[in-house]
């Protein structure tokens, strides 16, 4: 294998090892459109080569705001292997946030994909004088495009192609990569600094979590590549000789599996939560026995631990017969051939994780943080470093300690430089022994294995005195069919509350069922039968909770969270302070008639 001490060298080492006639595919059109390894090659150098006829210098950043596709790749690698920046961003966020990252990032071009974000963004664009042009992937009338670099660079290459070689000799692995923005749930982001190092280190380091993937597995892109986690995915994938397949659109996904027989993908818990709760559905609606057996592997699957001394032979025949008569068929619903999946950006549900693998298809939660490139621990694909629940095991390579407050603080070769203008922030989150402080409560037991307990920023405190910690009763809570997104409140309040959206695909049917008519979901949520069936399932819940954790009052809303809602960061957590204010009234309602 080739050294990889720069991003780049991922695709030199392809070349050598992993010479494939598809090395990238996407989905367009309603066909797959395929790129080999050499395609691969001549699209990068073109672009580094037309950048240079531009003028390109080291360490100048370009911007890109895209869905997933193989374009990115080529922009990507094509940057830097002459030594500019990425400022890869999020395509759903606000004009304000558009705004700061293009100028605080000091981005030359931008290049957007299609023409949807182009007129989204070219206000932006002629509000910020340090962008000097706008490029699209898609041919965006009007528009200048992509292409026109790659061809200047190909009308060049004879005189540039020397300078080219040079300037990927001069890259350094402690060069600045890229600058990604974090979103946070508060504030305007703020530019991490990562350098090749950081993310080198980070998925070399993950090479340990996924041996069971192989060269020739097929992985399926969806999360956005401006997600850290994704994006060092997609150099691990890479790495380990996999082709990576991009999603046509997120509702295709399910359908994008399939037709690929995906072997591995990286998701947030949010689209495991909506594909388990679309196979539940799907059992619900099973004539009689059949719908019988399908809750009784459920059942089966509820109970399976992960270390094979405490599974009973009774109980590992029962697991068998649940996998042929049902479990097979979850797996051909995903492709039939899904090894593993990693999932991050928030915390999985203990009972997802343990039902998936009772089904043969490996879960792997894992943790990090962009600031950590951004492994940090990771559940592994054997016992004993996988435990449901916890955020696995810290490789040998990162150094974990927890202070006395219980906070996670982290060191190692994947902590990023610091923020982009910002040493004041950067002293603040990296103390002078050069821990970095997460900000996440967490537990790390004898095995190395982290369990995170709660946000710090998050946990308030009653006006009782005793504290309480959001995340983990949300988790619980989220287990119920009904309830599709909840928040916990109760900030310098007397008791514990929640804000609900209830899972009104779910609801609708239990609806029909029990013979509940209404016509709009700003019915249901006011509907007596309803608030009295909600009330049962919070009782339920409430049980395994302590005292001052137990929810004392909720209220049902019929609107759902989204990051394009304002309501949600683009990686899915819950932007606590928008929704409180957007729910002003309902909280009043809440702590002014208890």
């Known amino acids: 294998m080739t050294r990889i001490t720069r991003t780049f060298d991922v695709l030199t080492n392809a070349e050598e090892n992993f010479n494939y006639e598809v090395a990238l595919s996407v989905k367009r059109h309603g066909k797959w ?46 940057m830097s292997q002459i030594g500019c920046v990425h400022v890869g961003i999020y ?65 060049k290459e004879k005189e540039l192609r020397p300078m ?58 969806f999360l956005p590549l401006s997600h850290v986690l994704e994006r060092v995915g997609n150099y691990l994938w890479q790495a380990k000789g996999l082709v990576i397949y991009y999603a046509e659109r997120l509702d295709t996904i399910g359908d994008n599996m399939k037709e690929i027989k995906v072997n591995t993908f990286i998701t947030v ?39 094979p001394k405490k599974r009973s032979a009774f109980y590992n025949l029962k697991l068998a017969l649940a996998n042929k008569l049902i479990f ?42 962009t600031e950590t490139s951004p492994i940090i621990s990771a559940n592994n ?74 946000r710090k920023k998050e946990i308030f405190k009653l006006s009782g005195g005793k504290y309480v910690a959001p995340q983990q009763i949300e988790n619980k809570f989220k287990e119920s069919q009904f309830i599709d997104q909840i928040m916990v409140v109760g900030e310098n309040e007397k008791f514990t509350a929640a804000i609900i ?3 009104f695909v779910f609801l609708h049917n239990w609806c029909f069922l029990h013979k509940v008519k209404f016509v709009e979901n700003t019915d249901l949520v006011k509907h007596p039968k309803i608030l009295a069936r909600y009330q049962e399932e919070v009782d339920k819940y409430n049980e395994s909770l302590g005292q001052v954790s137990k929810i004392k009052v909720f209220e049902l809303v019929s609107e759902s969270w989204t990051p394009e809602s304002g309501d949600l960061s683009p990686t899915q957590k819950l932007k606590r302070k928008v929704i409180m204010s957007k729910y002003k009234k309902i909280l009043y309602k809440i702590y002014e008639k208890n």
């Open 33 to 78: 459109e395929n790129f080999s390894t050499a395609e691969y090659r001549k699209h990068v150098d073109n672009f580094s080569l037309g950048l240079l006829a531009m003028g390109f210098e080291k360490g100048d950043k370009i911007a890109s705001v895209t869905n997933n596709r193989p374009e990115w790749n080529f922009i990507d690698f094509g």
């Open 91 to 155: 395509p759903t966020i606000s004009e304000t946030e558009y705004l700061h990252i293009l100028s605080h990032s000091d981005a030359k071009i931008i290049i957007v994909s299609d023409a949807e974000l182009y007129e989204k963004i070219k206000p932006v664009f002629d509000k910020t004088d340090n962008l000097k042009a706008i490029y699209t992937f898609d041919e965006v009338k009007g528009a200048r495009n992509w292409k026109e670099i790659c061809e200047l660079g190909i009308s």
């Open 164 to 221: 080219l070689e040079k300037r990927r000799d001069d890259v350094q692995p402690d060069d600045l990569l890229t600058l990604i923005y974090t979103s946070g749930t508060t504030g305007l982001s703020k530019g991490v600094m990562l350098t090749h190092n950081n993310v080198v280190s980070n998925f070399t380091l993950a090479y340990q979590f996924c041996e069971y993937l192989k060269p020739g597995d097929r992985a399926l892109s």
């Open 269 to 307: 818990p949010r689209v495991f939560e909506k594909v388990y709760d679309k196979i539940i559905n799907k059992g619900r609606e099973l004539p009689a026995i059949k719908k019988m057996i399908f809750f009784w592997a459920v059942k089966v699957g509820d109970k399976y631990d992960p270390d």
């Open 328 to 369: 097979s068929k979850w797996r051909e619903a995903l492709g039939g051939e899904l090894k593993g999946v990693i999932s991050g950006g928030a915390a999985l549900q203990p009972r997802l994780a343990r039902i998936f693998w009772a089904a043969q298809i490996i879960v792997q939660e894992g943790y990090g943080l």
């Open 381 to 454: 694909s054997y016992f004993p470093w996988i435990k449901f629940g916890s955020v696995g095991v810290v490789p040998k390579e990162v150094d974990v300690m927890i202070a006395e407050d219980g906070e996670i603080l982290a060191k190692g070769e994947n902590l990023m430089k610091g923020y982009y203008k910002n040493p004041e922030l950067t002293k603040e989150v990296i103390d002078e022994d050069g821990w970095f402080h997460t900000g996440d409560i967490g537990e790390l037991d004898e095995n190395r294995m982290l369990t995170i307990t709660d």
């Open 501 to 503: 959206v209830p899972d």
